[in-house]
């Protein structure tokens, strides 16, 4: 029983570098989601993507690609990092219609710090 | 400034104690959940409502989504420290997201 499993967990950047976090579901869910949450200010979506091979900007997608290149998995970009990207990032994946949402199976999290 | 208002923020309270939390906002969903989080985890549901009036119970807990589906509550009977932890609410309209930025509830022993 995976659900959404998200790597690495923990990760440390310099300034510029880059990486990307791998999300990866088992569920058969359409919908795949990446949110940050930063104290006081809840969870914000970045990207999401509807189906394979299609994704759409979020609340905050400035600094961050992504690609659904397979269903199952969800892969988040960063070009390069700046500190303001210091958060923890969680992936997630729904059953969707369209117009009803019947609720997320969220990762455990990555823990980002950009110094 | 958030879509979804949650109230309170924060919320300490003594073992066996009745609580209500709101999630309250101006624009309508079609689907509104629950969540609970806990420090160092991803937040795991505990409900989706999805009809205005609609009343849900899982154990203790209480969840009803209002008539116009704007708002919701989450009412929890006889708390219990296992009910500690970080509460969101989230809705959506269509491909539109929203959480609300949580209630942090402590129940004390």
């Known amino acids: 029983n995976a659900g959404v499993t998200q790597t690495p967990k923990f990760r440390v950047l310099k300034t510029g570098q880059s990486m990307t976090l791998l999300c990866a579901q088992d569920m058969n869910h359409e919908y795949m989601y990446w949110y940050r949450q930063d104290p006081g200010m809840g969870l914000r979506l970045i990207h999401y993507s509807v189906g394979e091979g299609t994704t759409a900007k979020g609340e905050v997608p400035d600094g961050y690609n992504v690609s659904r290149l397979k269903k199952q998995n969800f892969l988040l970009g960063l070009e390069s990092a700046a500190p303001s990207q210091t958060s923890v990032y969680f992936c997630?994946?729904?059953?969707?219609?369209?117009?009803?949402?019947?609720?997320?199976?969220f990762g455990s999290g990555t823990r980002l710090t950009v110094v | 400034t958030q879509l979804l208002e949650q109230s309170p923020q924060f919320l300490s309270i003594q073992e066996g104690e009745n609580l209500t939390v709101y999630c309250n906002s101006s624009s309508v969903f079609s689907s509104l959940q629950w969540y609970r989080q806990e420090p160092g985890e991803g937040p795991v549901l505990l409900v989706t409502v999805v009809t205005g009036g609609e009343v849900k119970k899982l154990k203790r807990l209480t969840f009803q989504f209002g008539d116009a589906r704007k708002d919701s509550s989450l009412h929890i009977t006889a708390a219990q420290p296992g009910d500690t932890g970080l509460y969101l609410c989230?809705?959506?309209?269509?491909?539109?997201?929203?959480f609300g930025s949580g209630t942090k509830l402590n129940v004390k022993p």
């Open positions: 989230a809705g959506n309209n269509f491909n539109k997201f929203y």
């Open positions: 997630a994946s729904s059953r969707s219609t369209g117009s009803i949402n019947y609720g997320y199976t």
